[in-house]
């Protein structure tokens, strides 16, 4: 949490996803109840700044539609041509700004660290919105609650 005056106030965290896991800085946003993480195969200014999540490296990734079945039949991660599942997320956030987010779903686990003294780890399989495009945003923590894997 940024605890100076002038800053945004928002909690930034570890999280990992997948197996094998992959490590990525996100800003944790308590008015919204999505996991939003930059997919690797967007190519706009707002994914490419920071680090991304790749279904294809990880073995228990999913392409789901929002009815959580498989997008394709008989196929991990959607192949060809696919017609699949989108959303458009708009949001707007006093101290990150405001933009779209265009995502498919992608279910997989998602890990997050212990605090403090204890030792340990919390993990949850769930479905993802990787974001496959993302609208530039104004500054850099703005990029971070669309966009929330820091490099």
């Known amino acids: 949490r940024s605890d100076d ?3 945004p106030s928002f909690y930034v965290g570890k999280v990992s996803v997948g197996h094998p896991a992959q490590p990525l800085q996100v800003l944790f946003d308590t008015s919204s109840g999505q996991v939003i993480l930059p997919h690797r195969a967007c190519k706009s200014t707002a994914c490419i700044e920071h680090r991304s999540f790749s279904p294809w490296s990880s073995s228990t ?10 997008v394709q039949a008989g196929h991990r991660l959607a192949e060809g ?8 997320i708009s949001y707007t956030q006093s101290d990150l700004g405001e933009g779209d987010v265009k995502a498919v779903l ?11 003294q204890s030792v340990g780890r919390s993990c949850i399989d769930l479905a993802i919105l990787a974001a496959t495009h993302m609208a530039p945003c ?7 609650w669309a966009s929330p894997a820091w490099p």
């Open 5 to 7: 005056a002038e800053a």
């Open 61 to 70: 990734a999913m392409d789901i539609n929002f009815n959580g079945t498989e």
């Open 81 to 88: 041509l696919t017609v699949r599942d989108g959303a458009i």
């Open 106 to 116: 992608v279910r997989d686990s998602l890990c997050m660290e212990s605090a403090g």
């Open 138 to 144: 104004p500054t850099t923590a703005s990029s971070a």
